[in-house]
């Protein structure tokens, strides 16, 4: 939860990254590449075959690791950390080390079934590997392009380092240091050790599978090995991107807003402004409130009108209608005749402040400037050379502070924030709605260009809910026995698309 971070300066920690000294490790990005040879095993043979095979290979690997001098030696190593010996894994720098005798030994395990040379030739695509041409030797077959999608099946399902290929791939690389007596136990864990002898078929997964998993932290290379990075290299610029996006087009959803109701508030209210029309030349209260209920409505009709709500626009008028909203209940909270009008100045000062800047802008206007209408509201309630410009907020305060002051606080938790990030164009509207994960495997699940940017989840409802907020907010203000009729949606008609 957000109370569970700490506050330092601008930025919330949370709890983990409080940890002093804490270091994180990605099995995907440097650790699985050096078990290749088993994560192929995973990918094309069944569980019960690899586990088999991943058994007789420790049997056969623990004579590599064996400690001859033991007791002793071994509590002297515990003290000094030393027992957590990275160089206790079957991985590919391992592989490559040890002698021909040994790795044949290794090697005839895998080869013995029938499916076993198809499952390590891909790694004969990859001549960044250590020991290459000893396993080229051995295997004495030629990869062919289809290699490359074995490779990436089997990749596939180890990505997630939490997977049953991970996790069995990871119990290996702990099974190693226990049997060959480099890992130890206090007595008491006699039956943890039972659960890992005998793994996966005795005691409860919930507990026994996260426990291998710490406990291969431990059993990684630090740092890391350089070839691993050789070989993402190499498998990303051997193999191209899987699109999943790319039979997407674009599909426009038909508006549910209930127009019937929503012209039926427009008229209502313009109904009731003309009801409590004012003898004063200026009344911004009256302007203020009214207009921005009909501003509220102008923006909804426009999302169901253009079909916007699924679009980025829908969610930048989302969050142009939590602002329409907490404003008007802002000064509806406050309703002293000093607000509204700081309100309405501020509105003007802006307008004399864009039209002063327009003199001094060289060559053509933007296309959206209408330089007469900005001159005239400018100058509609006191010539402009009387009007002060206000460089700060209207009410010398922000949105947060305003929403929090009338009660409108969880209407901007609600809304606004992430709303804020589509208008703000920050990472995570741009990442969200026009990139896709890449499928291939191999490529790590970065992220490519979509064909068609990402429909998002409707705003109709939550505008709906915030135009009615701003329509009772009014009622409030300027009360009457006939109430303005409130928004609804109608059921979904169906979908058309636009091609
Ligand atoms: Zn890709």
Redo the contacts with the bound molecule.
């Keep these: 939860m957000l109370d569970n971070h700490e506050r330092i300066g601008t930025k919330l920690i949370p709890p983990l990254a409080q940890i002093p000294m804490a270091k994180s490790s990605s099995w995907l990005d440097h650790h699985m590449p050096e078990m290749l040879w088993a994560v192929l095993l995973t990918g094309t043979l069944n569980r019960i075959q690899y586990l088999n095979c991943f058994r007789e290979i420790a049997a056969i690997c623990r004579e590599w690791f064996l400690r001859i001098e033991a007791a002793k030696n071994s509590e002297l190593e515990n003290k000094s950390g030393a027992a957590h010996n990275f160089t206790v894994i079957v991985d590919h720098i391992k592989l490559a080390e040890v002698s021909d005798e040994e790795f044949n030994k290794f090697l005839s395990v895998v080869l013995a079934h029938p499916m076993g040379c198809v499952a390590l030739r891909p790694l004969l695509l990859l001549d960044c590997l250590p020991g290459y041409d000893r396993w080229r030797h051995a295997l004495q077959v030629e990869p062919s392009n289809d290699d490359w999608s074995i490779l990436a099946r089997s990749v596939g399902g180890v990505i997630d380092h939490q997977s049953e290929a991970s996790t069995d791939i990871r119990w290996f690389k702990l099974i190693l240091p226990i049997i060959s007596g480099r890992m130890r136990f206090p007595e008491s864990e006699a039956e943890r050790l039972d659960e890992l002898r005998l793994f996966p078929d005795k005691g409860d997964m919930r507990s026994v599978r996260p426990f291998i998993r710490s406990g291969e932290m431990v059993l990684r290379r630090n740092p890391p090995s350089p070839w691993v990075e050789a070989f993402w290299t190499l498998a ?1 610029n051997k ?5 999943p996006s790319k039979d997407d087009g674009y599909t426009f959803s038909d508006t549910e807003i209930n127009s019937t109701a929503l012209y039926a508030a427009r008229d209502a209210v313009a109904e009731r402004f003309h009801s409590n029309a004012s003898p004063l030349r200026i009344d911004p209260r009256l302007d203020s409130a009214f207009g921005l209920t009909l501003y509220g409505l102008s923006i909804l009709e426009e999302i169901g009108m253009h079909r916007m709500q699924t679009r980025i626009v829908g969610a930048i008028a989302l969050r142009a209608l939590a602002e329409v909203c907490i404003t008007l209940r802002y000064l509806a909270h406050i309703d002293s005749p000093s607000m509204w009008h700081s309100y309405r100045v501020y509105g003007a000062g802006q307008a004399k402040l864009a039209f002063l800047k327009l003199q001094q802008i060289q060559g053509d206007l933007p296309t959206f400037i209408d330089e007469d209408a900005i001159h005239g509201i400018a100058n509609e309630d006191v010539w402009q050379e009387f009007l002060n410009i206000d460089v700060g907020h209207w009410a010398n305060s922000n949105l947060r502070k305003l929403a929090s002051e009338c009660g409108a606080k969880e209407t901007y938790d609600r809304y606004y924030d992430w709303s804020s990030s589509y208008i703000h164009g920050n990472w995570a509207a741009v990442r969200d709605t026009n990139f896709v994960t ?3 495997a ?2 790590r699940l ?1 992220r ?1 260009p979509r064909i068609a940017h990402r429909s998002l989840h409707t705003v109709e409802p939550d505008c709906v809910e915030l135009v009615n907020e701003v329509i009772s907010t009014l009622e409030n203000l300027y009360p009457s026995a006939e109430p303005i009729p409130r928004l609804s949606l109608r059921p979904l008609q169906g979908t058309a698309d636009a091609g």
């Design positions: 990303m193999t191209g991107c899987v699109d890449c499928h291939n191999l490529h970065h490519i």
